[in-house]
């Protein structure tokens, strides 16, 4: 039986970053411009500090500024917002991220409310939200807007194939069926309520799984030959009972790949498929909102 082709994230994220390189470049030369992003971590979450420092450390390599906040999970909150209203000043920060999960104390929407939606590089504020909805030009989260490059350079064009997304968060599940829909696939949406999701599933061209559930979607829900888009992340005990044992995890995604890749056409394997994608379009984003900042 052939096996699904895998669909390879981190070669396409490599290949962005190399081409963001040479734009950065061309913006100091032709126009004096350096594109800045600045991260805000609060906390000390052991996962947002490794992200943190995998942005920063990729953001440079591109050229740009990088700058990083580091709060205690004891800041007030209006501390918090009043930094972020500083780097909305900031003419030399083009982008804000504020790192999530915040500390249960701090109000995740009223901070991100606070970003201006021109700086916005998580794609989260409700303006550029509003704005992906009506099909106008916004900043798109990172992860769907990855997600769709990986679809369009396995695809082609995706005018008319069936999508189905299984995941309704702002992060990933409602901006991704923005995004199929700009490409005119006819998209489902799809949660973990759904009445017989299997079934739907399988009427799937395109299958997104962003529900947070770990190898949820089994082999004999994918149409055979479809395309399937893993956006899960998952710690789960390790093969070994020995390793387990002792704490030992391993990653997997909201689908089940060992039996999906036997039945799909193409896949993204967890890790290596959608992850590298999501900071690679962190840089690309906040290339674009320079550019627009300064009416490039």
């Not at 490059?149 to 702002?170: F, Y």
């Not at 002792?246 to 990653?251: A, F, L, N, P, S």
């Amino acid at each position: 039986m052939t096996e699904a082709q895998r669909i390879d994230g981190k070669a396409f994220a490599d290949s962005l970053r190399g081409r963001l390189t040479q734009e950065v470049a061309a913006l100091k030369r032709d126009h004096g411009l350096t594109p800045g992003l600045a991260v805000i971590l609060v906390g000390e979450d052991p996962a947002s500090q490794i992200y943190v420092r995998n942005k920063g450390l990729q953001t440079e390599a591109c050229g740009m500024l990088s700058v990083t906040h580091r709060l205690s999970a004891t800041t007030p909150q209006a501390e918090l917002v009043a930094l972020v209203e500083a780097l909305n000043a900031d003419a030399t920060i083009h982008g804000i991220l504020v790192q999530l999960p915040l500390p249960d104390s701090f109000d995740s929407d009223a901070v991100i409310a606070a970003i201006d939606p021109a700086k916005d590089v998580d794609g989260l504020h409700v303006v550029n939200a509003g704005l992906l909805a009506t099909n106008q030009p916004a900043l798109t989260p990172c992860t769907p807007l990855g997600s769709m490059l990986l679809l369009k350079d396995a695809l082609g064009d995706l005018t008319g194939l069936h999508a189905v997304v299984i995941g309704r968060s702002n992060l990933v599940g409602k901006p991704i069926a923005q995004l199929l829909l700009q490409a005119n696939c006819t998209v489902t949406m799809a949660h973990s309520r759904t009445r017989d999701l299997a079934a739907l599933c399988r009427q799937a061209d395109i299958l997104v799984a962003a529900v947070g559930r770990p190898e949820m979607v089994r082999g004999d829900w994918i149409k055979p030959g479809a395309t399937v888009i893993d956006v899960g992340i998952n710690r789960v005990p390790a093969r070994d009972p020995a390793l387990a044992a002792e704490g030992k995890t391993r990653v997997v995604g909201d689908v089940a790949f060992d039996e999906a890749v036997k039945v799909a056409g193409q896949i993204t394997p967890v890790p290596g498929g959608v992850g590298p994608m999501t900071i690679a379009c962190l840089l690309q984003n906040t290339v674009t909102a320079a550019k627009r900042i300064a009416k490039i």
